[in-house]
């Protein structure tokens, strides 16, 4: 099957950034957020982003508003009738993630492939939420999509050789470098990314170093375009606590026991650069 038209699921950090991604490739992309708030905002960020691009040189007014003028939001999963593949990019939640599946089975037409863009939850949950488990894979993106060069594929037991192929072609078109995983906690990157960060809140939590040099330590020691708390305020707090509860809930491993401290920033409201607070002050 060719991939012509992209549906995303969820307009946020990482959805926008997979719309961007595909309308700059050259796909007609249809993005349903759950309602005009949040579209708008997606849509803007996208806008921002695009913006940046030209200004950094990495992509010419004409083919802005070219991918721009390919991009369609929506707030009703219907319009995503014409997908050849739908990227859910939901909230890292899985009954949530299941429903969606649930929902895209019925509005997609049968041979559409189905995509998670999930960071660490059971891709196979999903697929079980539909009648076509065989075209359900998960496909991770990294933040921030338009820039990262990495895509994680999920493979599950059900995946069928015919969908894995086309979606390896289809994140190879976009110009990713691929890598696959087993359908396992967290898959290859935040296995390992989960507990280092965990463990520099630990670090921080009692009073081992300064975050600034926690940061530094990693930055120039190991030469990480970011340190750890850094990335956290990054990727945000909630969205990593989300992941690391629910891969202890699955391997009930410490690793991914999330520091007292994490949970009750999240809880305050400091969830990182999206909220202006986290390890660091991005108010200004
Ligand atoms: N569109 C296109 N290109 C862009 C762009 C945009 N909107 N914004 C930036 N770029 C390009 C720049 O032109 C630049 O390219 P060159 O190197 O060719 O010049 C490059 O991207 C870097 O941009 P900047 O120089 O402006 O910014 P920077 O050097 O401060 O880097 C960063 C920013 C890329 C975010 C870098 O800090 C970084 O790599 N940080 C780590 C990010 C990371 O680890 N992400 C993964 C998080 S984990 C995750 O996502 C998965 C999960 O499940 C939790």
Not at 38 to 44: M, Q
Not at 75 to 88: N, R, V
Not at 248 to 260: G, S, Y
Request: charged residues 25%; proline residues 4%.
């Amino acid at each position: 099957m060719e991939i012509k038209t992209v549906g995303v699921v969820g307009c946020g950090l990482m959805g926008s950034g997979i719309v961007e991604l595909a309308a700059k490739y050259g796909y007609t992309v249809v993005v349903r957020e759950i309602n005009d708030d949040f579209l708008a905002k997606g849509l803007k960020r996208i806008q921002g982003s695009m913006a940046r691009g030209v200004e950094k040189g990495k992509l010419s007014a004409a083919d802005r508003d070219a991918a721009w003028a390919r991009i369609k939001g929506t707030t009703q999963m219907a319009d995503l009738a014409g997908a050849d593949i739908a990227i859910e990019a939901a909230i890292e939640n899985l009954e949530l993630k299941k429903s969606i599946f649930k929902e895209l089975d019925a509005v997609t037409r049968p041979d559409a492939i189905l995509a998670s863009n999930t960071s660490s939850l059971a891709v196979t949950e999903m697929a079980s939420m539909t009648k076509r488990p065989g075209q359900v894979l998960g496909l991770h993106f990294f933040n921030p999509v338009p820039v990262m060069p990495l895509l994680e594929m999920v493979r599950t037991f059900l995946t069928s050789e015919e969908t894995y192929q086309t979606a390896r072609k289809f994140g190879e078109g976009l110009g990713k470098t691929v890598i696959v995983s087993k359908d396992a906690p967290g898959f290859i990157v935040n296995a390992l990314l989960i507990p280092y960060i965990l463990d520099a809140v630990r670090m921080y939590e009692n009073d081992f170093a300064s975050k600034e040099d926690i940061d530094t330590g990693i930055r120039l020691g190991l030469n990480h375009p970011m340190g750890p708390l850094t990335l956290l305020d990054f990727v945000g707090l909630d969205t990593t606590l989300f992941i690391a509860d629910e891969m202890f809930k699955e391997t009930k491993d410490a690793r991914f026991a999330a520091p007292t401290l994490l949970r009750r920033m999240v809880t305050a409201g400091y969830l990182g650069r999206k909220s202006g607070k986290g390890f660091y002050d991005y108010s200004k």
